[in-house]
């Protein structure tokens, strides 16, 4: 399975991400995680990426294309990836679809995870996330509740509602994602890959994507 998984905020691309991973082994490339593996690691890619990152810059396409086309050579890509979380503009999906033809890899689907916008405004204000850096596990207070007094049921430590989770910060989260990542939905329409995948209940939604592939 080589997929890459569209979506609002609020979609569930993370949490079917995990469902997937855990079902057959594929692995879950998400942009953010590499990127601070790389600076941590302090590789020559993740150093460049540091310099931007420090300045409150964006980290440019082409280096995050070199970071993802050096994580797709690791033995654990393998069987499979889901990218999350990239591509985000109709660019990056040029340069990615470029990237990916010179390694030979052949996309198998695009996901677009479809959920109204009332179910995906209740359940990014009801998330909540673990504080502790090394931890950041996630709940939800209606049907996954942390432990008493708000704790992290792994850690201890206190869950919080992050600050890009209010109202206000996911209207303007979703606002950006109409404009820049939602055009890639007839991107990858017009290249026969897109598949709409309803996702109300994750236990239904991972099972229609399983079937896709059947």
Not at 21 to 28: A, C, F, I, K, L
Not at 62 to 72: D, M, V
Not at 125 to 143: D, K
């Amino acid at each position: 399975m080589k997929i890459i998984l569209l979506g609002s905020p609020g979609a569930g691309k993370g949490t079917i991400a995990k469902m997937l991973t855990q079902d057959n082994g594929v692995v879950q490339i998400s942009t953010g995680d590499i990127l601070r593996t790389a600076v941590k690691e302090g590789t020559k890619l993740g150093q460049k990426a540091k310099k931007y990152m420090e300045e409150g810059a964006l980290v440019p396409d082409t280096l995050i294309i070199e970071i993802i086309e050096k994580r797709l050579g690791q033995p654990d890509c393998r069987k499979g990836f889901i990218l999350d979380g990239f591509p985000r503009t109709i660019n990056q999906a040029i340069e990615l679809g470029k990237m990916l033809g010179k390694l030979n890899i052949n996309l198998d689907y695009v996901i677009n995870l479809e959920a109204p916008l009332a179910i995906i405004m209740d359940r990014l204000t009801t998330r909540r996330t673990c504080s502790n850096p090394t931890c950041q596990e996630i709940y939800n207070m209606r049907n996954n509740p942390p432990a008493a007094g708000e704790q992290c049921k792994k850690c201890g430590h206190k869950v919080v509602q992050r600050a890009d989770e209010t109202e206000e910060a996911i209207a303007e989260r979703i606002k950006v994602y109409n404009e820049k990542t939602a055009p890639l939905i007839d991107f990858y329409e017009e290249k026969k890959l897109l598949r709409n995948v309803e996702s109300l209940y994750a236990d239904e939604t991972f099972a229609a994507i399983k079937a896709l592939s059947v």
